[in-house]
């Protein structure tokens, strides 16, 4: 188990306590000034958390391909064991949402089809089918070549914060011109880019070997995926969820960007304390998204942050 890190005297430790319920016998094994990792089986902590508490919800479970994870983790189980194990967390994250809260769910299109099914029996509204496009992925005989990763977007009821994203006007590499005349109304589109579409295909992949431990092999998220769903959805000060922290991307966002959190992680928690001690978790990718301060919803009612309300 990691060791809490010496903390500065301005710099005091997150409380998780108001978003667990009373007399729960659950500790964090590591704890920053904005957010707390525990090191357990996500369903050994999510029954744990009071509900509607939490503003975003980001998973990223284990696709069941049989990889190799940690000791504590089965990547190869039968298609209604896996399917159930998911309906079992998913559940306990709806549960945990505050009204108007998003959910975001990272998976194989085989399993999001599945699972937007589920997350919509349980009242949930669908909002988006994010693709987020793999450079690099093998063929498969028989089917089409598989190019990108299921990002499901939901919320319960109307969204309480939504904050659009602008990416900029696409430029060609080579002569330096924009790509696109976008029908002739390129003079009246806004300076600072297009609104964020829903097929992401400017997020890297995170394979160099700095980024992971040689404990845990597996791929590392792109913190630009993470820097797009937090702000589209969440405001400084708002709860974020992980319930599969992985190498500690949501979390290190979550810093950078003064949101707090609340993560488990059932085999690699130490190596999670490391990098973000360290530093080590960066933005991999060069983010040159621009936040459009009209949108920035602060609940369902419409008003715009920063205007005074009627």
């Known amino acids: 188990m990691p060791h809490q890190s010496p903390l500065k005297w301005d710099d005091l430790p997150f409380d998780p306590s108001p978003f667990i319920r009373d007399k729960a016998l659950i500790s964090p094994v590591y704890a920053s000034s904005l957010g707390a990792l525990y090191a357990d089986d996500c369903m050994a902590i999510l029954p744990w958390v009071r509900d509607e508490v939490v503003d975003t919800i980001f998973a990223d479970p284990p696709f069941n391909l049989g990889k190799e994870y940690g000791n504590r983790s089965n990547d190869s189980l039968t298609e209604k064991a896996y399917l159930d194990w998911c309906h079992q967390w998913v559940t306990e994250c709806v549960r945990t949402l505050k009204p108007g809260g998003a959910f975001f769910l990272y998976n194989l299109p085989k399993w999001n089809v599945l699972l937007g099914a589920f997350l919509s029996s349980l009242g949930m509204e669908f909002r988006h089918w994010i693709a987020v496009e793999i450079s690099a992925c093998l063929p498969i005989p028989g089917r089409l070549h598989p190019s990108h990763y299921s990002l499901l977007y939901y919320t319960k009821g109307k969204p309480k914060t939504f904050r659009r994203i602008r990416t900029p006007i696409l430029i060609c590499r080579h002569c330096g011109g924009e790509v696109k005349d976008y029908g002739g109304h390129r003079d009246a ?38 820097d797009r769903v937090i702000e589209m959805s969440t405001l400084p000060g708002d709860l974020v969820l992980d319930p599969f922290g992985g190498s500690g991307t949501t979390f290190a966002v979550c810093e950078r960007k003064n949101r707090h959190w609340l993560g488990t992680e059932i085999d690699f928690a130490d190596e999670i304390v490391d990098r973000i001690e360290s530093g080590q978790i960066q933005n991999l ?26």
């Open 189 to 226: 589109m806004n300076p600072k880019g297009v609104t964020l579409k829903d097929v992401w295909t400017d997020i890297p992949p995170v394979r160099h070997w700095k980024y992971k431990s040689k404990d845990r092999p597996a791929n590392a998220l792109s913190t630009k995926i993470l």
């Open 285 to 310: 990718s060069v983010n040159s998204d621009w936040l459009d301060s009209r949108d920035r919803f602060c609940c369902g009612c419409g008003w715009e942050l920063g205007e005074d309300p009627e």
